[in-house]
């Protein structure tokens, strides 16, 4: 898919929204609930789950976030809270037009809502500004290469290559990388679980990208 957001489950679009869907549905979640709760556009998330329209990563976060799970649940089915050893051509990656790449490093387990990614940012990409998450989330950032732009709530913090940082995950949080050279940072979010995602709202605005 060159014109939009690319992935390597193997999953097509189509397939993609027919899980949002039926995500959506599982928590009794209007259509125009979900537009609602992501700030995404009505018309958008039909679009997305008819599989007729590519998701950027930042509108996939939007409605895993308002369905209180994560891009990792939409992507891939739940595996045995074992062992599992995910070789690079087991993960899931994400790749998004505006420059940038979420792979994703854990595995889907049954009733945990808990992803750790690894996030490339190639020069001068903005990644946006991602919606909060349930209270009680979690999130914790470490920059392996390069210089990130981490913003919560509107607070700007510039991590270097071997920083980390930490922030509720109940906060507007968006990612930058201003410098002429790749920025490559791992980030860790455990999400609380939401009994009632009907009742989840976000801060953010609306996005119809």
């Given at each position: 898919m060159s014109d939009g957001t690319t992935l390597t489950s193997g999953l097509s679009m189509s397939e993609l929204g027919a899980r949002i869907r039926g995500e959506r549905r599982a928590r009794g979640v209007s259509l125009e609930r979900l537009a609602e709760l992501s700030g995404v556009s009505r018309s958008m998330v039909s679009e997305v789950e008819r599989g007729a329209k590519t998701p950027s990563?930042?509108?996939?976060?939007?409605?895993?976030?308002?369905?209180?799970?994560?891009?990792?649940?939409?992507?891939?089915?739940?595996?045995?809270?074992?062992?599992?050893?995910?070789?690079?051509?087991?993960?899931?990656?994400?790749?998004?037009?505006?420059?940038?790449?979420?792979?994703?490093?854990?595995?889907?387990?049954?009733?945990?809502?808990f992803e750790f990614m690894r996030t490339t940012l190639e020069p001068g990409v903005d990644a946006g500004e991602f919606s909060p998450h349930a209270p009680g989330s979690h999130e914790y950032v470490a920059v392996e290469q390069g210089c990130l732009r981490l913003v919560v709530d509107g607070v700007t913090h510039r991590l270097e290559a071997g920083d980390a940082a930490y922030f509720p995950g109940t906060r507007r949080h968006a990612f930058a990388n201003d410098s002429t050279g790749v920025c490559v940072y791992y980030?860790?979010?455990?999400?609380?679980?939401?009994?009632?995602p009907t009742r989840h709202h976000t801060s953010g605005g609306k996005h119809s990208a």
């Open positions: 990563v930042l509108v996939l976060d939007r409605l895993a976030t308002a369905l209180g799970t994560s891009i990792a649940r939409l992507l891939d089915e739940p595996v045995r809270p074992d062992v599992v050893v995910l070789a690079s051509d087991r993960q899931q990656v994400v790749r998004d037009p505006a420059g940038w790449e979420r792979r994703i490093l854990s595995p889907v387990l049954p009733d945990i809502e980030l860790a979010m455990a999400l609380a679980p939401a009994a009632d």
